[in-house]
């Protein structure tokens, strides 16, 4: 391949890139963060757009691309928990080696109802915790939904009416017990 052509290839690789990267950074990167948190997010949001460099050929075109990307950031999101849970084995062999007791760091703790709502949501199996995020967190379609978990959007629209009622019904039980009064301190 001569040397201007290939100049020519990557000028029209980053005319589709670039706006596309432009478009959709910040909602992929809040995806990520939402999954993973501040400290794996940058990270997980520059895979996610790594992978669709590499991969731009294979990307469709116009409204589909949206859901491709979730898709793609799906799968960087899934390694990085599994790389995480590698991390989390390791360090904890090391740290029983080294010092004895672990230590709590202090968190901002939420509303009462949104910590009801997020220990009803941990409580769902992770398929139903992610329809939900992706419908509600994400704000993707049905068919966009569909697209990026590799099913029908019939199964779709039945998993995720199912998943509502787990939750609701999870929610409603943690409800009925009696609300903190204050926050719990961080043990130090």
């Avoid at 460099?53 to 999101?77: F, H, I």
């Avoid at 039980?173 to 009696?178: C, F, I, T």
């Amino acid at each position: 391949m001569s040397r201007p052509s290939t100049i020519v290839q990557q000028a029209d690789r980053d005319q589709r890139f670039d706006p596309l990267f432009r478009a959709h950074h910040d909602a992929i990167w809040r995806y990520c963060l939402r999954r993973l948190g501040p400290s794996d997010a940058d990270d997980a949001a520059a895979d996610v757009f790594a992978v669709v460099w590499r991969r731009l050929d294979e990307m469709p075109t116009g409204e589909a691309s949206r859901a491709w990307l979730y898709g793609v950031a799906y799968r960087v999101v899934g390694s990085h928990y599994r790389s995480r849970r590698r991390q989390t084995r390791l360090t904890a062999r090391l740290d029983a080696s080294t010092r004895g007791e672990g230590h709590q760091l202090f968190e901002p703790v939420p509303s009462h109802e949104v910590q009801l709502l997020l220990r009803a949501l941990d409580g769902l199996s992770p398929t139903d915790r992610e329809l939900l995020r992706l419908s509600v967190w994400e704000g993707l379609t049905r068919d966009e939904i569909a697209y990026v978990l590799g099913i029908k959007v019939n199964t779709v629209d039945q998993r995720l009416h199912r998943a509502r009622s787990r939750l609701k019904v999870r929610f409603e039980r943690l409800g009925s017990g009696p609300a903190p009064t204050e926050p719990e301190e961080a043990s130090a």
